[in-house]
């Protein structure tokens, strides 16, 4: 408040201006603000000011709900992020493993008098690796604005807690001559006479094919079915990701988050590759084959293929080809690695790999060499 242009008066939080002898009603949560006008009126009269200022804290104090301890409230954080938010499975189990580490039975203090200090204090005294800290403070994060949000508490006392500085590790992706190498060895196993190695190359082609072309996560082109792609408008709709609770009767989960769920522009040629695996699977292995079946789907045991028989086909043929041996999940790096070899902007495929924010990409891959981006040649359709 400038008390050049207006006085305290007795009254606290309560100004006067000392030409026009209106008064100012301060406001300091849940943000700090001031109220000079009601109904584009000024305020002369200071038993309205009064009121004013006292509903403005009865207000205050009757949106913020009555809470347990700390274990308490996160174990309704989590049921929140499972039932209703429904986040994806590896999610929940990694902010679960969070709570049981590092926070279970461990904050005695009431959160709504815990403050910036504390918890740095906390996390710098936490007995594990800086990445391991940075994830802490992520998950702190989110779990104060879902209090925040939940009218628990009035301020996020992580907000101005910075993650640590830590070095970037190198990222694995292949380089396009890897690719071309890689997959010209598939396809060259397309023309076995044993259906066993036929069904192998077809399986690990198309996924390879899917999730490099798409730049999606390996768990999301696992829970694709053939009517996910739209013949007519050349687009693909990702919804869901594999499940991987096995305990689980459903094959297929939500999405990282819900900004993953999206629609995304294909090529002819992914379009082409993809039937002439559905016809292979009909025509050859004589598998009735719907619409709503996954892509990836293991029909002798009724189940969707597993991780490891996935790794296993995946690592046969990077050996086969003498390419290195990434995950399959590097292939999105593949994807975007190319794409910035290429020129593009990341705002251009942020959207398309599913994350929210640009800052993502960026925070992600901006620290690829230019070096790195000119040795990568071209997009995708030139290999597959």
Request: aromatic share 12%; net charge positive; glycine share 2%.
């Amino acid at each position: 408040m400038n008390l050049k242009v207006y006085k305290k008066t007795r009254y606290q939080n309560i100004y006067q201006h000392i030409k026009n002898k209106n008064y100012v009603i301060s406001i300091s949560k849940p943000e700090k603000t001031s109220i000079a006008e009601i109904d584009g009126a000024k305020i002369y009269d200071i038993d309205e000011a009064i009121n004013i200022r006292d509903n403005a804290r009865k207000k205050k104090k009757t949106d913020i709900k009555r809470i347990g301890g700390f274990d308490e409230l996160f174990e309704k954080y989590m049921n929140y992020c499972k039932n209703i938010e429904r986040l994806a499975y590896n999610t929940n189990q990694k902010k679960e493993k969070l709570y049981n580490s590092f926070f279970k039975d461990k904050i005695s203090k009431n959160i709504n008098k815990t403050n910036e200090l504390f918890w740095s204090s906390f996390i710098d005294d936490l007995n594990t690796t800086v990445k391991q800290k940075n994830e802490v403070i992520k998950e702190l994060k989110a779990f104060f604005n879902w209090c925040k949000d939940q009218n628990y508490i009035i301020d996020n006392p992580m907000d101005n807690v910075n993650r640590y500085k830590v070095s970037k590790s190198e990222m694995k992706y292949w380089t396009p001559d890897e690719l071309k190498n890689f997959l010209e060895c598939v396809r060259s196993d397309l023309n076995s006479s044993n259906k066993s190695i036929k069904a192998k190359a077809f399986l690990t082609k198309t996924l390879v094919e899917i999730t490099f072309t798409l730049g999606d996560r390996i768990g999301e082109t696992r829970a694709l079915t053939f009517g996910s792609i739209d013949v007519t408008k050349e687009t693909l709709s990702i919804l869901h990701s594999i499940n991987y609770d096995r305990t689980s009767d459903d094959f297929v989960s939500n999405t990282k988050t819900y900004e993953s769920e999206r629609t995304i522009d294909i090529s002819q040629k992914l379009i082409n590759s993809i039937n002439d695996y559905r016809l292979f699977l009909e025509k050859e292995l004589r598998y009735n084959i719907t619409d709503d079946m996954l892509i990836f789907f293991n029909h002798q045991t009724k189940k969707p293929y597993s991780d490891v028989t996935l790794r296993k086909h995946f690592y046969y043929y990077c050996n086969k080809a003498n390419v290195t041996k990434i995950r399959m999940y590097d292939l999105r790096h593949t994807y975007v690695a190319n794409m910035m070899a290429e020129g593009k902007e990341a705002y251009l495929f942020s959207k398309r790999i599913g994350h929210k924010n640009i800052s993502t990409t960026i925070d992600i891959y901006g620290h690829l060499s230019n070096k790195t981006r000119k040795e990568l040649a071209q997009a995708t359709d030139k290999y597959i």
